[in-house]
T-cell receptor, first 114, second 114 residues
Framework: QQQVKQSPQSLIVQKGGISIINCAYE??????FPWYQQFPGKGPALLIA?????SEKKEGRFTISFNKSAKQFSLHIMDSQPGDSATYFC?????????????FGKGTKLSVKP | DAGVIQSPRHEVTEMGQEVTLRCKPI?????LFWYRQTMMRGLELLIY????????DSGMPEDRFSAKMPNASFSTLKIQPSEPRDSAVYFC????????????FGPGTRLTVT
């Protein structure tokens, strides 16, 4: 299975709150899980990424939590700011016939209200 | 570093016309990806190249689409003939070599076929 399922489709959070976006996958061969951030009119930009040998990675206000047994990973944005308003994509990469190919989730549109 | 460069940024054409999208990857990157983004289907991989060689073109929708990478610093995506359903934003991305595997996206080309 090559799908990556992302939820929710959209999210509204108050300034200072925590934004949580979830992703699930089925292919246990996936070995790299990045999150991309996309602002309107721009290309997606790598935000943070994790490999399955760790359960959590934190960079500033952004944290990835990874649950290998459940095949789920999530992005947490602490102290959300209006400038974080963007579309967020999770992705997964597997080796084998599709080495280097990222499978993207459908995206989550985050709006942070002042 | 100028990042991934795409041209044109916007293209409006009539159904049946040929469209050529261009991409210059980041110098030193050895993989190049073409994606299409629509509201309905999200971000879809069309084709990707490793060291200028097409590796996986299973995402190319049909024979009207073709892609070339004549050298490490240039790639084209051609649609001939174009159809209204091809209207989308087309992104080019390039990837760092080695295990880092980070993809960097260009700003995209917004294609409108009338």
């Amino acid at each position: 299975q090559q799908q990556v399922k992302q939820s929710p489709q959209s999210l509204i959070v108050q300034k200072g709150g925590i934004s949580i976006i979830n992703c699930a996958y089925e292919n246990t061969a996936f070995d790299y899980f990045p999150w991309y951030q996309q602002f309107p009119g721009k290309g997606p930009a790598l935000l943070i990424a994790i490999r399955p040998d760790v359960s959590e990675k934190k960079e500033g206000r952004f944290t990835i939590s990874f649950n290998k047994s459940a095949k789920q990973f999530s992005l947490h944005i602490m102290d959300s700011q209006p400038g974080d308003s963007a579309t967020y994509f999770c992705a997964a990469r597997g080796y084998g016939g599709s080495q280097g190919n990222l499978i993207f989730g459908k995206g989550t549109k985050l709006s942070v209200k002042p | 570093d100028a990042g991934v460069i795409q041209s044109p940024r916007h293209e409006v054409t009539e159904m049946g016309q040929e469209v050529t999208l261009r991409c210059k990857p980041i110098s030193g990157h050895n993989s190049l990806f073409w994606y299409r983004q629509t509201m309905m289907r999200g971000l879809e991989l069309l084709i990707y190249f490793n060291n200028n060689v097409p590796i996986d073109d299973s995402g190319m929708p049909e024979d009207r689409f073709s892609a070339k990478m004549p050298n490490a610093s240039f790639s084209t995506l051609k649609i001939q003939p174009s159809e209204p359903r091809d209207s989308a934003v087309y992104f080019c991305a390039s990837r760092t070599p080695g295990r880092a595997n980070e993809q960097y996206f260009g700003p995209g080309t917004r294609l409108t076929v009338t």
